[in-house]
């Protein structure tokens, strides 16, 4: 016969848990800091946070803010992640002349500072080609061979008026971001199972289909953060515009307020502020797509609740 004694449930435990005195000292340190720094800031009148409110105001510095900076990341990132996925498909590919294309653009445009990058973009290509004809490859070469009259052009472009604009500057970080974009591609790609291409191929889909419908919606849990910190990251770099140069935008046309009155920093507060604004829009927007594009990955289920029942009391 069993003991009783030896199926009796133990009492009820009273565990108290361990206590971090220095976690205390550590939170009000860090209290007394962001107070120090919050009176400095309130009661520093060389900051100007009213004339820094009137500078964001400016109607030069809101067609800077549109035209320039908003309208330079929306047109860069577009670039850089339609050109980042079609690079990151060739560099997977079992073709070694795609692969080797592949290579050498993200090894060239990674290695090259955008800042030199939009310079080259900005003086050197209209300095070398003042205009850019459209029509057979070797027109010019062909016609004058075979003695035709025609150039066989059908147009030309004027590459002075596209590089030295906005659309140069939107090429020039397009075309860096896309180099950024198709590492992050290819790293979601592979990080879909295999075995999820073969059963879509083993049902006849094309590659094409393939891509649309079972790759890319699985790899867009993997590609959207780091795909979210190069927008953010996109939106500080339209900065780098100036190298065209382009002057409709945001920190060039605060800069210039601020140093046609003498206020320097009045505008780098402006700036500042408009840059942490459209961030954190962003970052927002960032937060919701990764928990769409995350469903059913690294989701803890709730734990039950398990209540203490006294000394001797039943069930299971």
């Given at each position: 016969?069993?003991d009783?004694?030896s199926?009796e449930?133990p009492?009820?435990?009273n565990?108290r848990?361990v206590?971090?005195?220095?976690r205390?000292?550590?939170?009000?340190?860090?209290v007394?800091?962001i107070?120090?720094?919050i009176?400095?800031?309130?009661?520093n009148?060389?900051?100007?946070?009213?004339?820094?409110g009137q500078?964001m105001?400016?109607q030069p510095?809101i067609d800077g803010l549109?035209?320039g900076?908003i309208?330079?990341t929306?047109?860069s990132?577009l670039?850089?992640?339609v050109l980042?996925?079609?690079i990151a498909v060739m560099?997977i590919?079992s073709?070694?002349?795609l692969r080797?294309?592949?290579?050498?653009?993200?090894w060239f445009f990674r290695a090259?500072?955008r800042?030199?990058?939009?310079?080259?973009?900005?003086?050197?290509?209209?300095?070398?080609y003042?205009?850019l004809?459209?029509g057979?490859?070797f027109?010019?070469?062909?016609?004058?061979?075979l003695g035709?009259s025609?150039?066989l052009?059908?147009g030309?472009?004027?590459?002075n008026g596209?590089?030295g604009?906005?659309?140069?500057?939107?090429?020039?970080l397009g075309?860096?971001?896309?180099a950024?974009?198709?590492?992050i591609?290819?790293?979601g790609i592979?990080s879909?199972?295999p075995?999820q291409r073969e059963a879509a191929?083993?049902?006849?889909?094309?590659?094409g289909?393939?891509?649309?419908?079972?790759?890319?919606p699985?790899?867009m849990?993997?590609?959207?953060p780091?795909?979210?910190n190069?927008?953010?990251?996109?939106?500080?770099?339209?900065?780098?515009l100036?190298a065209?140069p382009v002057i409709?935008?945001?920190?060039?046309?605060t800069?210039?307020?601020a140093?046609r009155?003498f206020?320097?920093?009045?505008?780098?507060?402006?700036s500042?502020?408009?840059?942490?604004?459209?961030?954190?829009i962003?970052?927002?927007?960032q937060?919701y797509?990764?928990?769409?594009?995350?469903?059913g990955?690294?989701?803890?289920?709730p734990k039950?609740k398990?209540f203490?029942r006294p000394?001797?009391?039943?069930?299971a």
């Open positions: 016969m069993t009783q004694s199926t449930r009492g009820l435990i565990a848990p206590r971090h005195p220095w205390w000292v550590a939170v009000a340190v860090i007394v800091m107070a120090m720094i009176s400095s800031f309130l009661t009148d060389r900051w100007d946070f009213s004339l820094a500078i105001i400016q510095v549109l035209k900076t309208l330079g929306v047109g990132m670039i850089g992640v980042g996925i079609v560099r590919s073709n070694p002349v080797g294309v592949s290579f050498v653009y993200t090259i500072p800042y030199v990058l939009l310079v080259i973009i900005g003086s050197g290509i209209g300095y070398l003042n205009t004809d459209i057979l490859p027109g010019q070469q062909i016609a004058g061979l035709l025609s150039d052009t059908i030309s472009l004027n590459v596209i590089t604009s906005i659309i140069g500057g939107i090429i020039g075309l860096s971001e896309a950024y974009m198709a590492e591609a290819r790293s592979l879909v199972d075995g191929q083993a049902l006849g889909m094309s590659n289909k393939l891509m649309r419908r079972i790759v890319l699985q790899a849990r993997v590609i959207v780091p795909t979210g190069e927008t953010i990251a996109m939106v500080k770099d339209t900065s780098l100036i065209i409709a935008e945001l920190n060039y046309q800069g210039a307020i140093n009155i206020k320097i920093m009045p505008g780098l507060v402006a500042t502020a408009w840059y942490l604004i459209i961030c954190s962003l970052m927002v927007g937060y797509l990764e928990r769409y594009f995350g469903r990955f690294g989701q803890q289920r039950t398990r203490a000394a001797g009391a039943g069930g």
